[in-house]
């Protein structure tokens, strides 16, 4: 463009003025930034949650820019991005991708009084990095024509003798399961996870891709113990009461369900970081949360009841997996589930 302006000979003032619009206009289209927008890097993207956005703009004037991904995909883009980033608020899934995205300083802390209300002291980071928004519970699930839940008393089922060629898994690339064996390591002890595991695999489990594939298989006979996020069955039980798969609460006489978190936090860097923290205290407020767990999810807010349909299993003893203790063992618990042969 510069080089064309010169051609045609416009004065100089014009051209320089013209060229700085141009950069300008350039950044807002990259940044998304028209002074009171946010972008959001969302791993809820499939979580039905546009509604918790829209009543936002509604109630601030602040608009809300979503870009989708997993919680594996928008870590990366972040890290990529640098400090180029559009991002101003990251909102994801589990444990795993929250500490990742807070031990790569991808993140930048966010403490105010009602954000601290909001979300009790467990489900938060101690530094404010990043907050909960809703607490998901990995547990044992059975095909209840085959097996009677409450006979299944803890993850020690899933390595079961008596279920070898009857159970199923995802793969040992999921987050949630490496979330769920990082608690371990950090509660259990190494030696005692790798038992754990290793009876898991001597039983020959079958891996299948998503929790609510797995469910289904189970569902068709295929498989009659799995292990899954229990918001997946909440889904859907909601529209087939009749569906014949049950969870089998573990360790409800010691630890309790392993209870991981998905949570949001605001972009290290962000030009926006009063408006960000904005949208954080609305995310984890009752009215905001009372939409986010419609799917079946736990609230983090204690002042917002689960969902009608799930409410008896808010009753459950849980483990909440404590995210400084978990985090700095990922890479641990990836490397023993590699070993033990977890594919």
């Given at each position: 463009m510069l080089s064309s302006l010169i051609r045609r000979?416009?004065?100089l003032p014009v051209i320089?003025?013209?060229?700085?619009?141009?950069?300008?206009?350039g950044a807002v289209a990259t940044s998304g930034d028209d002074g009171r927008t946010l972008v959001v890097y969302n791993g809820r993207s499939h979580y039905g949650d546009e509604q918790v956005f829209e009543d936002f703009t509604e109630a601030t004037g602040i608009e809300v820019r979503l870009r989708g991904g997993t919680g594996p995909e928008l870590f990366e883009r972040l890290r990529s991005e640098g400090d180029d980033t559009p991002a101003d608020v990251l909102i994801t899934t589990d444990m795993a991708n929250l500490w990742r995205a807070e031990d790569a300083g991808l993140l930048q802390p966010s403490t105010t009084a009602t954000l601290e209300a909001n979300i009790p002291e467990d489900l938060h980071d101690p530094d404010g990095t990043w907050w909960a928004i809703s607490t998901r519970l990995r547990v044992p699930?059975?095909?209840?024509?085959?097996?009677?839940p409450a006979s299944v008393t803890g993850y020690e089922a899933l390595g079961d003798p008596q279920y070898a060629g009857r159970t199923c898994l995802r793969t040992s690339t999921n987050e949630y399961n490496q979330s769920l064996v990082a608690d371990m390591i950090a509660k259990r002890g190494e030696a005692a996870t790798r038992a754990l595991l290793e009876s898991w695999m001597a039983?020959?489990?079958?891996?299948?891709?998503?929790?609510?594939?797995?469910?289904?298989?189970?569902?068709?006979?295929?498989?009659?113990?799995?292990l899954s996020n229990h918001y997946y069955l909440g889904r859907i039980l909601l529209d087939d009461p009749d569906f014949p798969v049950a969870p089998a609460w573990p360790d409800q006489d010691g630890a309790g369900a392993h209870a991981n978190v998905s949570g949001l936090g605001v972009v290290a860097g962000t030009d926006h970081y009063d408006m960000a923290v904005e949208l954080l205290e609305f995310m984890t407020s009752a009215a905001a949360e009372g939409h986010v767990v419609e799917g079946s999810e736990f609230p983090a807010n204690p002042d917002v009841p689960p969902p009608a349909h799930i409410a008896d299993w808010a009753d459950v003893e849980t483990d909440p997996i404590v995210a400084d203790e978990a985090g700095p063992l990922l890479d641990d618990a990836v490397a023993l589930m590699v070993d033990v042969g977890w594919p």
């Open positions: 000979r416009w004065p320089v003025v013209v060229v700085v619009a141009a950069v300008v206009v699930v059975v095909n209840t024509d085959a097996i009677d039983n020959d489990p079958d891996i299948i891709p998503t929790d609510g594939e797995m469910l289904q298989i189970i569902a068709d006979g295929d498989c009659d113990l799995g």
